[in-house]
């Protein structure tokens, strides 16, 4: 078997949705097409995509601000899930934080995913004890 990590390109937009629904990420207020456009449009190197075979079984958006590294998006099929390629997404989206001198690296999780923090903490991240706010602006 053959894996790769590559960047996004728009082939894999139906493929990335289906991901997406399969996993469980997407919800109402955010659409998934919309946020893969506003990716493509800024630091679209830093949206990459798990292949296995030349099939997509895995994606993550990573972002930098200057500040702090965000992970968005980190996904692997539910039958590709707990054989590592979960942990090798996250990897290389730190690797390519580090390229940019990012010192930290942060993630949100839904409090309704609590096998998605317990993958986290596993990585190493923790808790910082921080409430996290957000506004919608649409």
């Known amino acids: 078997m053959s894996f790769e990590i590559t960047s996004y390109n728009s ?3 139906e493929d990335i949705v289906d991901l997406w629904e399969k996993c469980n990420l997407i919800v109402p207020q955010n659409d998934p097409i919309e946020d893969i456009e506003k990716k493509r449009d800024f630091q679209p190197d830093l949206f990459l995509v ?3 075979d030349g099939q997509i079984i895995g ?3 990573v972002g930098y601000d200057g500040h ?3 992970l968005n998006y980190l996904a692997v099929y539910p039958e590709y899930q707990n054989r590592g390629y979960g942990r090798k997404l ?3 989206a730190i690797e390519e934080l580090k390229k940019l001198g990012c010192l930290k690296v942060n993630v949100q ?3 309704s995913n609590p096998s998605a923090v317990e993958f986290y903490k596993q990585l190493g991240f923790k808790d910082d004890k921080v409430v996290s706010l ?3 602006l649409k």
Do not use: D, F, P, Y
């Open 11 to 13: 082939e894999h937009q």
């Open 50 to 52: 798990a292949l296995l």
């Open 59 to 61: 994606s993550v958006m």
């Open 68 to 70: 702090r590294g965000w």
């Open 90 to 92: 996250v990897k290389r």
């Open 109 to 111: 999780v839904r409090k």
């Open 134 to 136: 957000g506004m919608r």
